[in-house]
Nanobody, 127 residues
Framework: QVQLVESGGGLVQVGGSLRLSCAAS????????MGWFRQAPGKEREFVAL?????????YYANSVKGRFTISRDNAKNTVYLQMNRLKPEDTAVYYC???????????????????WGQGTQVTVSS
């Protein structure tokens, strides 16, 4: 069982930055690939970024955030981060972190492959 708690959301102006954190319980955090998703009102939950438990923690991003967002993890602190720069109004959403099912091979971003989810943190970008 893994429990995830996000923090760091808030209100920011266009072009600003925020850093989200996701603290995980459990001693096997390093075994999980960790992802960030977001959901805007009236829209489907969408993938944002992923850091793998394998391949030396390499990362993968949605095209909409590539070059602006950076995902990272600190296995010693059981925490995954999402640094968000040059924020746009369309980045407004509730952001969720999630731990992917163990044994997933390759790059898979479907929400159904993520077993544990946090409660979400609101990010609002004002113009």
């Amino acid at each position: 069982q893994v429990q995830l708690v996000e923090s760091g959301g808030g209100l920011v102006q266009v072009g600003g930055s925020l850093r989200l954190s996701c603290a995980a319980s459990g001693r096997t955090f390093s075994s999980y690939s960790m992802g960030w998703f977001r959901q805007a009102p009236g829209k489907e939950r969408e993938f944002v970024a992923l850091t793998f438990s394998w391949n030396d923690g390499s990362t993968y991003y949605a095209n909409s955030v590539k070059g602006r967002f950076t995902i990272s993890r600190d296995n010693a602190k059981n925490t995954v981060y999402l640094q968000m720069n040059r924020l746009k109004p369309e980045d407004t959403a509730v952001y969720y972190c999630a731990a992917q099912d163990l044994g997933i091979v390759g790059i898979t971003t479907a929400p159904t492959t993520f077993k544990y989810w946090g409660q979400g943190t609101q990010v609002t970008v004002s113009s």
